[in-house]
């Protein structure tokens, strides 16, 4: 393939990403609030693929740079915001081996044109409220 037609790709391919980011991004309508650039928007399914492999990713990362064995129990609550890229706010737990399952906070920042994932944030939290 050459470059003109790998540039084309990956052009097409973050007009494909912006879009969906673009098509969850609320409008002023019946006195909701607009939601945009910089602000953290509910991810509506936990299940998804993408949403799960960055999870994965972030336990993985984790793992390697605090020499831990964290594995993924659940996603509990996930939000993405749209920077330069999109970072994802995950609410997960994990178990490290027979240990009983902890709260944990995680961003992953993430620029699906370059392919690009950084574990930006991971820490264990003391006290977690699902509803907050």
Same mark, same amino acid.
């Given at each position: 393939?050459?470059? @003109?037609?790998?540039?084309?790709? =990956?052009? #097409?391919?973050? %007009? +494909?990403?912006?879009?969906?980011? /673009?098509?969850?991004?609320?409008?002023?309508?019946?006195?909701?609030?607009?939601?945009?650039?910089?602000?953290?928007?509910?991810?509506?399914?936990?299940?998804?693929?993408?949403?799960?492999?960055?999870?994965?990713?972030?336990?993985?990362?984790?793992? @390697?740079?605090?020499?831990?064995? =964290?594995? #993924?129990?659940? %996603? +509990?609550?996930?939000?993405?915001? /749209?920077?330069?890229?999109?970072?994802?706010?995950?609410?997960?737990?994990?178990?490290?081996?027979?240990?009983?399952?902890?709260?944990?906070?995680?961003?992953?920042?993430?620029?699906?044109?370059?392919?690009?994932?950084?574990?930006?944030?991971?820490? @264990?939290?003391?006290?977690?409220?699902?509803?907050?």
């Amino acid at each position: 393939m050459g470059l @003109k037609s790998l540039s084309i790709l =990956l052009f #097409l391919t973050l %007009l +494909v990403q912006i879009s969906f980011v /673009l098509s969850d991004v609320s409008a002023v309508v019946g006195g909701r609030k607009a939601v945009g650039y910089g602000e953290w928007m509910p991810i509506k399914d936990l299940n998804a693929t993408e949403v799960q492999d960055i999870a994965r990713f972030a336990i993985t990362e984790h793992n @390697k740079e605090a020499k831990a064995n =964290l594995v #993924l129990q659940s %996603l +509990v609550k996930g939000e993405t915001q /749209l920077v330069a890229g999109l970072n994802y706010r995950l609410f997960l737990t994990a178990k490290d081996g027979g240990v009983r399952p902890g709260h944990y906070l995680t961003v992953v920042y993430v620029k699906p044109w370059l392919n690009y994932r950084n574990l930006t944030t991971f820490k @264990k939290l003391l006290h977690y409220n699902r509803k907050g």
